[in-house]
Structure formats: C-alpha cells, structure tokens
C-alpha cells in the first residue's frame, strides 16, 4: 500500500491516526443517507477493510506530512489524545505524535498546521491534554468560515462547546490561529482548496508542480461508495445538498483528470477515481 507520494520537492506522507469499528447498530445507515443498508452490499465486496464485523463503517482516521529541505507542515491533526471529545465516540486515542516522531519530525518542527476542518477527528490534536497548542511553533490555518460556524455552534451545543474551548480556543489565545480563505497559498506550489457542504470552510489541499499533482480531499468523499452515489451524504454533512453538489463537481474533475487524491477516511492512503464498468470505483495506488 502507497503511504508516499512525491509532488515536486515536496514528500507527503500519509500518518494514520486510528482505525476503529464505529459498530453502529442500524448499520451503515446510521452514518449515511443512503436508502437502505441493502443497498452497500455492493460495496462491502468491494471495499471490505471498510465495514466492521456487525456490518457498520469501519473508519479510518488520517492525517498527513508534507516536507522539503525548508517546509514542514501538518494537514489535519486527527483525534488527538485521551482529554480530546472524539474520544468518546472513536474510542481511542489517536496515534498522531507517534506516527510524527516515526518519521522524525518533533512536534516543534512543525510550521504550519493547516486543518481542513473543524470536525472533532481532524482537530482533536491541535491541543495536548494540558490544554496548550500541541505544534507550539506552528500558524494554524482555518477557514474562517468555519470559525465563524464553530463559534456560533458553540453556543448551541454541548458538542461544539467542547470542540471551541478545548480545541481552537488555546489556539486563539496563544496568537496562533490564521483565518484563510480560498486558494490560501501555504507554501510555494501548495494551496488550500474551498470546499463547503461538509461544514461551512471545509477545505482541501493541493499540491501542484508541472505534471505532478496530489489533491488531499478530507472529507468531500467519507467512504469510496461515494464515488458511486454521490447523493448518500453523510449524517455528519452540514449541508447535505451542498455536499452532494461539490461531490458531484469533484468527480466530473478527478474522472477528467486521472490525478491523485487522498481522502482522510478511505482504508488506502492515495488513489485514482475511475470508472469500472458503469460505477465510478476508488482504485489504490
């Protein structure tokens, strides 16, 4: 399985944070808006790493690494240690600075963390269990769309209170915090990506050099049968409609294009879209 790609000078690495059976008791239809859990049986074949023992999501959690000679940057930061809320539903810690200190980069290095994301699994680790930001040199950039949807969130859930004052909050503080907008560049050849529907400023990461490119998704597309039904959204989609619709427009693209992507939550790291037959498949590199 490819963890690895190589985009110009730049090497992205892919770090899994965790793999845990959600076990949902309804089936997959508890985590998506699909017609019935019939209707998967396709995709369990197909994507089996991907379904649990009593036949609900098996979720993958990711985040990446992506260096030169002078960058080291952080996309997403999973679900972050024991204190953090996604463990109480992920039911683990997330394995983040481990998968860091693997590939010898300390949490100091780390110049920028960019979050596509304020979903309680892709922030989880912006903070360590004292409370203060984990990446302690690092800008953290955060569309500030979902800045502003957090905050308001804040104030209307429990949930959303825990992710604001545990997560981002010691973030603000601390000075560390750039809101972004769209096509936000990063570092040379590297640019955040807007893409609303899963939540308000959810957005992704491109890497461009000549020829060579990778697009790192997030959560546009949360399981590979997606690609199929780009209408099953996901429970935790903001705005369903909006998510169908930027689904609908990223595949047309990634069918076009051939490039490379990577999901946060599909069991292989990078792959291609691409059509078998009359479905649009996910196929590993």
């Not at 000549?210 to 780009?230: I, K, W, Y």
Request: glycine share 10%.
């Amino acid at each position: 399985m490819r963890t690895r790609a190589v985009v110009g000078g730049y090497e992205v690495l892919a770090l899994l944070d965790g793999v845990q059976d959600l076990g949902s008791p309804g089936g997959m239809v508890d985590e998506f808006l699909s017609p019935s859990n019939e209707a998967w049986d396709a995709y369990r074949t197909i994507y089996p790493q991907l379904f649990g023992a009593r036949g609900g999501w098996r979720l993958t959690v990711r985040a990446s690494l992506i260096r030169d000679e002078t960058h080291t940057i952080v996309f997403d930061t999973g679900v972050g240690p024991d204190t953090a809320p996604a463990n109480e539903w992920f039911g683990a810690p997330g394995l983040l600075p481990q998968e860091l200190a693997a590939a010898e980069v300390a949490l100091e290095d780390v110049e920028t963390v960019v979050i596509s994301h304020v979903h309680d699994d892709h922030v989880g680790g912006t903070c360590n269990p004292d409370g203060q930001p984990a990446f302690p040199n690092a800008r953290y950039l955060i569309h500030r769309a979902d800045i502003d949807w957090i905050r308001a969130q804040a104030e209307i859930s429990d949930e959303d209170k825990a992710i604001w004052t545990l997560l981002l909050e010691p973030v603000v503080s601390n000075g560390q915090l750039v809101e972004v907008d769209d096509a936000f560049e990063v570092a040379p050849g590297i640019r955040t990506r807007h893409l609303p529907g899963h939540t308000p400023g959810h957005q992704g990461l491109e890497l461009a050099s000549g020829a060579e490119s990778v697009f790192l998704t997030a959560d546009s597309f949360n399981h590979p049968a997606q690609l199929d039904h780009a209408d099953w959204a996901g429970i935790s989609d903001n705005d369903p409609d909006e998510a169908t619709e930027r689904r609908r427009e990223l595949l047309k693209e990634l069918l076009d294009s051939g490039r490379l992507i990577a999901p946060s939550h599909f069991a292989e790291p990078f792959g291609r879209v691409v059509m078998d037959g009359d479905r649009v498949v996910w196929r590993p590199a």
